[in-house]
Each structure stands twice: as C-alpha cells, then as structure tokens.
C-alpha cells in the first residue's frame, strides 16, 4: 500500500525513522581491538629484538639504559601505531566515499543520499545498472526489468508492474515489489521502501556480505621476501659477531662476556632488518588513494594504485569522457512529411522517464518546438514497446496518439533503414546526408513511424515491421576542452589512447581529428571485429585506435586481444554489461556520475567526474606513487647499510664493546629518525618533471632492481666509510674518547640522511630543485627541523651522557656537516654526468 505522499519524506521523518529502525546495513562494522593492534606491532621481529636489547641491559646491572630503551621502543611502537591509525582512518574515507548511494525524494527535491541511510517510506529512484538497496513497492515503472537471480536462483529477467496494475496472485515474490540486493537490468522506476537491512528478503534468507579476503600484491610479496632474506642473513650474522665479541673480550667474567656476544649480536640483527617495507607499502598505497579522492579519482582496491604506473594501453568511452556528455540536438534532416511530425513521433520514441543524455536532448528539443511533454505523454495511452538490445540498436514504443495508434521507433540510421520503406534513391539519399552529417562529429539517429488499424495488428516484433523515414537527428556532443593536450601527454608517457564507442565510425573519426588521436583513421567496427579470430584480433588491435559500433561484450575480447600483447590496460566503461571487461582489465575505471552500480562494484577505480582528465592525471600520480615507493626503498637499503656494516666491522676489528659506534641504543634512536622519513617525507613527494615523458614500467620488474640495488649500495658504502672513517680517526684506539668518536660518527649519519633524502628524492632533477619543491611544506621542514633538534638533544644536553656520547667541539661539529654532505652529494655529479650523456 503506498502511504507516501509524492513529495517523499521530510528530513525531519527520515531521521526519526533511521533511530528507530536503524542503518540500511545487513551486519554491523566490526571495529578493531586497539590492544590488538599494539600487539600486532610488537610482534614485528624488529620490536622482539629491541625488547630482547632492553632485557639484556637490565640483566648487565645497568637499568638506567635499559629504561632509556623501552622509552626509544614506546616511541617507535607510537609511530607505527599513529601510522596504522592515520592509515586506517583514511582508507574508512575511501570506504564511506565508495559506497552506494540512492537518490530519493524527501521535502518534494531529488538528493543522492548513501543507500545506508534509506528508511522505510523513503521513495527512491531506480533505472538501469542499479543494485536495489532495500524492499520496496513500484510506485512508478517505465520499462523495468530486474534480475532476481540473487533471491530466487531464477535468470530470467522478472517485468515489473505498479500496485495499482498488479494482479492477484498466489506467487511469493510479486511482480509490483522489488528486492534488495536484485539488479535492474532496463528501465527506471519509483519505489516506496518498504524493508531494510536485516527486515529485507536478502537479510531475512541469511545472505551476509563481507568482503572478499585480501591477497597479498605482488609489491607485498616482493618486500615481505626481502625483509625474511633480511631476517636469515641477520641471524646468520648475529652468530657470527657473537663469536667474534666473545674473543675481542677473554678478561671479562663468564656471564658479562655471554652478554656482551648478544648484545653485539643483536645490535647487528636490529641494524640488518629492514622492517620499515611493509610500513611504506600500507602507507603509501593508502595516502595515494586519499591523494587521489581528492582529485576525483576513488581507488576501490588499494593494490590498484601500484598497477596505475604500469597502464600502457588506455581504452576509453567517447561519450562523456573526452566529450562533455552535453548532448543537444544540433541538426535535423526531413525524408518525409513535416518537421514537427518528426520532432513529435522522435519524442513518442524516448522514455517518458528519460535518464539517457541523448533522449534527455531529444526531449528538450521537443520541449523547444511547441509540443507540450503533457500532449505526447499523458494525452496519449500506452500500448506496448519494442525495447532497445545491443543486437536491434534500436527501439519503438507503441501509442494511441490523436486517435490513431502508431509505432514509433528510432535507433542507428543502418538498423531503421532496414526496416524502411524506401525507393533505391530516397535509400541512397539518406545514406548520404547520414555520411554528410557523421563526417561533422555528429550523433544520428534515424527516426520511422507507422500508423497501424487496430491493436491486433501491432506486430510482435519491431524488426517485423514496414516504417516510414521520418528524417535523421544529429546530436552534438564537443570533445572535452582538455582532451587534445591530454591525449598529447599520453602520447609522450608511451601510453596508447584507444576510443571505443557505440557510435558510426565517421562520427567516431571526426572527433577522433579534433582531440588529435593518433591513428585515427584506423577503425575496426563491431561486426569487422565479430567476423575476426582472437589471433587476427590481437594483430589488429595493434594499430586501430577506434572501435565503433561495438557491444559492451566486444569490450572483453580487446582487453584480452590487448593483454596477449603485453599491454597493461585501462578499461573504462558504465554500463551492466561493461562489468566483465572492467573486472578482466589490468584497471577497471567505472564512471561515477553515469556509471551503474554494478559496473562500480567491478571496477578498481571510479573516475567522480567522468573526465580524461582525470584519468591521465591518476595515472600520472600512479606512477608518482610507485616512484616514490621505490625511492623510499631504495633510501631504507641504503641507510640501513652504513648502521649494519658499523655494527659488523667493528668486532671483527677487535674494538671493545663498549667503544663500538653504534650500540643498541643508537640504532633505535636511528630507527626513530629513519621511520618517519621514508614513510612521511617520501611519500609527499611530488612528481618528477620527466615523469610523463618516460615509456610505462615494464609490470615484471621487481621493486628493488640490479639498478637501484647498486645505486644504494654504492651510497651506503660511501656513507659508511665516511662516518666510520671519522669514527676511528677521532677514537684513535683510546677507550676514553669513544663517545667523542661515536658523536662523530652518528652525526655525520644523521646529517647525510638529511641530505640523502633530497639527492634521492629525484633520479634525475638536483637535489636544490627537489628541495625547492617542497620549500613551502610544513611537513618537510618540521622532519628536518627535527632531525637537527633530535641531534642537539643528545649531543648538547645531559642526555649525552645516558646515550655514552660527548658533546662535539664546533669544529668537529662542522667537519660533521661537511663530511655529510661529502658522502651524499657526490651522487649530483653522476645526475649530471647523465645529463650530459643524454645531450
């Protein structure tokens, strides 16, 4: 019974209904323990080896340093845990921002509202691709077919009636209701809600959603491997400075010599591990998704972002993605009658619900000519309709119109004119204005009509029918200001733009000369690709960059024809049928405006705007977002290098215990330091200049290649032999001057990884152009300010002494800075090398 008045809702009775009945949701968000959460990162091997430091200090008699340990190990677990919280909270963003929303009536005004926030008595609006969230009665229906598969196991599409149509019956799922969780599949309609969440027969029948288990990425495998190869080397090691201390120190007493071997041993196994990976995966995938929301741009599935950098082929709808989806009806051509017949049988042709742009456009111009909506649609009496399939391309409705009953039909020129009356000259007439007009970018669409005697006549079949030629519309939709530069700029990243469109290929070609797409004269349409083998398919998708006249089913068969090539492909589509290719795809980018629910549930990205834009511009930040990664990377192996070889050499060098550079101590108080660097500084770092210029990486490629791995060896060498070099010349063999030397020591690390941060920040800009990048970031400024406040804290206040350190003369201090700078600025003079080679 519908009790609903059709203003909907007030705001007021929509809040009251959604606390008394609550969420439109079938479970509940479970929230995740915080102790479990800490807990999880004190099992990391990193932390069990600090605690294991901290322990063994206690048990040395020295509890002074061992609590000064666990303060360093609350400090980094804060770190991660704030990490985990900021990461965590972002990607609830990106959830809240990905779910489904509905749009309803409330106080008389549509609003998009999300789908959890329906409340009985809510009327909501459905058409085509949408997923009904909740129960509810047919208020209003133009042609509404819904899938029920979901509910009843049934494939057949179930035709949808109002209540005051419906017949009596015995059946349990009735023809003038609509279930969650179904899908339309045509048409649009009005529903009152009736049910929702657990009250649904979706809840009631004990479906549950949750979400599919996540798999680890190839990235995630990739560092998870490096950090446990890390880990055995590391124990290996640990082994073997354990023995080596237990020989440098044959005076001490039997358990003070046991505890020293470890202590070295773990100093080392902490140095070793690179547990900082995972953390620049999480952080970085995450913070990119947020950075791209905000660009209108929403990653549905995370592991997306690092595929982004990879896209080399980009298959692209031309309607409402390089053009504006701004549909007017810009030409018309008359074969037979008056104009306003054609202007009149045209709109007798559209949905009286419209939601498609083109009969939206149609409407409007009926509208413009004098004909009152009212005279076509609540003056006449529906009969029946000849629906639109992909196979027809087009479609008729059937009315009592002014006392005769007439079929009115439009569609593609080719299909309609099959289906026409014509003379062989009036046929050829009509092919020729159809070429005339395509050839000016423009959008036909054939409009017929017949008049028929009695509704017993109306045949089952439009195909089965004789029509007249009414005459051709010619819609206009302009390409995208943008898309002729954007186009320019995949064309330079090596990334190939592809224009895959239902419409004619002449139509497809002029607008393929005015975006300046290359090649595109080269068109394959949809019966020439129907015709092909998968082999001659993937030859062909080679060169042609416009598919015209093609079925969303043709849509799969290119990505896979692509994908045999070797291409990583970037599908974009909107429709039901579109969900397959978009789900097959490298990356599927559903349209978030136009796009149905379902093609955004397949999809991986949803582009907000609908706009090309847009989508080079995520690739572009999907390739800054790998970058970075891999820099981050690259920076952990190369500042973990100096901290693990100072903790190797100086056993085998026979230094005691206790002048060693680095002791645990310093290590964490070097991890605190290192953490929010690679995952906080690196991960804002802005695209490189050259980034759009460079060909697409190639998807195999490991994350540390033989490249980068002998870059930061070289820099981590180099690193080291300074800062231990400084070290030894400063300790000179005297136990007394340790600290002074470890100050040394530690400084000139500290420092350089400040610096190694700009060098690194870029493989080919200078380090004084990456700084000035980010001279205006707080967050830059505030980790580097705090760099150098972290070294005067314990270089210069009472904290030296409990850290075994020793305040730096001047002197000393600005032999630190420059031997700093030394061992990291050297790597500006093979940029510059590169510069010149490439010259």
């Not at 195999?700 to 070290?727: D, H, M, W």
Request: a negative charge.
């Amino acid at each position: 019974m519908i009790t609903t008045p059709p203003t909907g809702l007030s705001h007021e009775e929509a809040y009251e209904l959604l606390l008394k009945h609550g969420e439109n949701v079938l479970t509940a968000e479970k929230k995740e323990n915080f102790i479990k959460k800490v807990l999880h990162v004190l099992s990391e091997p990193m932390f069990l080896l600090l605690l294991a430091a901290a322990t063994i200090y206690f048990l040395l008699g020295e509890p002074r340093d061992g609590i000064i340990m666990l303060v360093f190990v609350l400090g980094i677990i804060s770190i991660d845990v704030i990490q985990q919280w900021k990461t965590d909270k972002t990607l609830h963003a990106l959830k809240d921002l990905s779910a489904p929303h509905i749009t309803v009536i409330r106080s008389g005004k549509e609003e998009t509202i999300p789908s959890a926030h329906l409340v009985p008595g809510d009327l909501m609006k459905i058409h085509e691709g949408v997923k009904i969230p909740a129960d509810g009665l047919v208020v209003r229906a133009a042609d509404l077919c819904v899938d029920e598969s979901s509910l009843t196991g049934e494939s057949a599409g179930v035709w949808k009636v109002t209540v005051d149509q419906a017949e009596p019956t015995k059946d349990y799922w009735r023809k003038d209701y609509c279930y969650a969780g179904t899908l339309v599949t045509q048409g649009s309609a009005l529903l009152q809600v009736d049910q929702t969440g657990i009250h649904t027969e979706y809840g009631k029948i004990g479906l549950h959603v949750a979400e599919a288990p996540q798999e680890e990425t190839p990235l995630q495998k990739q560092t998870g491997k490096l950090v446990k190869t890390s880990a055995y080397i590391a124990a290996a090691l640990f082994l073997l400075v354990g023995i080596f201390t237990w020989m440098n120190i044959p005076d001490h007493p039997f358990g003070d010599r046991i505890v020293e071997s470890i202590l070295s041993g773990v100093t080392l196994a902490m140095a070793m591990i690179p547990e900082e990976f995972p953390v620049i995966l999480i952080v970085f995938l995450s913070m990119g998704a947020w950075r791209l929301a905000k660009k209108q741009s929403l990653v549905r599935k995370l592991p997306s972002v690092e595929t982004l950098g990879a896209v080399s082929a980009l298959c692209v709808d031309k309607t409402g993605t390089l053009t504006l989806n701004q549909m007017t009806v810009d030409t018309l051509w008359t074969a037979a009658g008056e104009e306003q017949d054609l202007v009149e049988i045209m709109g007798l042709a559209c949905e009286t619900e419209a939601y498609d742009p083109m009969e939206k456009a149609m409407l409007s111009f009926v509208k413009s000519h004098g004909i009152p909506l009212a005279h076509l649609f609540e003056e006449s009496r529906f009969i029946c309709e000849y629906p639109f399939t992909n196979a027809l391309k087009m479609m008729g409705h059937v009315w009592e119109h002014e006392g005769q009953i007439l079929i009115a039909a439009k569609g593609s020129p080719e299909s309609i004119l099959e289906i026409c009356d014509l003379t062989v000259e009036a046929r050829e007439e009509a092919l020729r204005k159809n070429r005339e007009m395509s050839e000016q970018g423009l959008r036909i669409i054939a409009v017929a009509t017949r008049t028929v005697e009695s509704e017993a006549m109306i045949p089952a079949e439009l195909t089965d029918n004789r029509l007249t030629l009414l005459g051709l519309v010619g819609l206009a939709d302009p390409p995208r200001e943008s898309v002729k530069s954007d186009i320019a700029r995949c064309m330079k990243a090596g990334i190939r733009v592809m224009m895959i469109t239902g419409d004619n290929g002449i139509t497809a070609a002029a607008i393929a000369k005015k975006i300046g797409l290359p090649h595109g004269e080269e068109i394959l349409t949809g019966d020439q690709l129907e015709a092909m083998s998968q082999e001659e398919l993937q030859e062909a998708v080679k060169t042609v960059a416009i598919f015209s006249r093609v079925v969303p089913e043709h849509k799969m068969r290119i990505v896979q024809a692509l994908k045999d090539n070797g291409e990583v492909v970037a599908m974009t589509g909107d429709g039901v049928n579109d969900a397959p290719a978009l789900k097959y795809a490298d990356i599927g980018i559903a349209m978030g405006k136009r796009g149905s629910e379902v093609s955004r549930e397949a999809a991986d990205l949803i582009l907000l705007d609908d706009n090309f834009t847009t989508i080079v511009e995520t690739v572009k930040d999907g390739r800054r977002i790998y970058d970075n990664i891999r820099k981050a990377v690259g920076y952990v192996f190369t500042i973990h290098i100096p901290i693990a070889l100072a903790s190797l050499l100086g056993p085998f060098l026979g230094i005691a215990p206790s002048a060693l550079l680095l002791l645990p101590l310093h290590v964490v108080l070097l991890e605190l330091i290192i953490d929010p660097t690679c995952s906080i500084v690196l991960e804002r770092q802005p695209a490189e200049t050259d980034l759009m210029e460079r060909r697409p990486r190639n998807p195999q490629e490991k994350l540390l290649t033989a490249r980068l791995l002998v870059k930061s060896t070289l820099q981590g060498l180099v690193i080291f032999g300074v800062s231990f070099g400084a070290y030894l010349n400063v300790l000179q063999g005297d136990l007394s001057r340790a600290a002074l030397a470890r100050s040394m020591g530690l400084a000139i690390i500290m420092l350089a990884n400040l610096f190694l941060v700009q060098v690194n920040s870029s493989d080919s800009d200078f380090a004084f152009h990456s700084a000035r990048r980010l001279v205006r970031d707080r967050v830059m400024w505030a980790v580097n300010l705090g760099t150098l406040f972290l070294l005067f804290l314990i270089l210069y206040t009472p904290l030296a002494t409990v850290l075994k350190l020793a305040a730096l003369p001047l002197p000393l201090l600005l032999t630190a800075l420059a031997l700093a700078a030394a061992s990291v600025l050297w790597y500006e003079l093979v940029k510059l090398g590169k510069r010149l080679l490439q010259k």
